[in-house]
């Protein structure tokens, strides 16, 4: 029986070691179908305090306009709401460059522009509460 045990014992390590030396990097089936695009650049590339603005209209940036030294997006940044440095009071979110109240507001009810026919209360369009 220890004989047996030691056999197979060798028998996996042998079998594992040559495992070891023609294993390979695999993908899945998913992964093999798709084209891997390379990462895309880091934030740190859209600094436009060092670069000129115009590194904001690449593509991939975050924004287009440079505020502070960093590409931002105007639509929809709550620190540089429609402008550079404009922030939206607290409860508000920037939808479209204007900071909103998705509980109450009509135009922007519940998320940024779903209008509601009538009324917007709790972010819901005609709700009776």
Known sequence: M???AVFLMAIALALAAA???TTAVRRSRFLANT???PPPPPLSYYDCKRKPPSVCLEPGSPGATCCKGTCVDTDSSFAHC???NRVC???ET???GHCVDL???RKNCGDCFVQCPKKC???LCDYAG
Do not use: I, P, Q, V
């Open 35 to 37: 084209k891997l695009s």
């Open 103 to 105: 509980l109450n507001d």
């Open 82 to 84: 429609g402008n550079c």
């Open 2 to 4: 220890r004989k047996a």
């Open 89 to 91: 009071k607290y409860g």
């Open 19 to 21: 495992g070891a030396e």
């Open 121 to 123: 209360n709790f972010g």
């Open 94 to 96: 920037c939808c479209g």
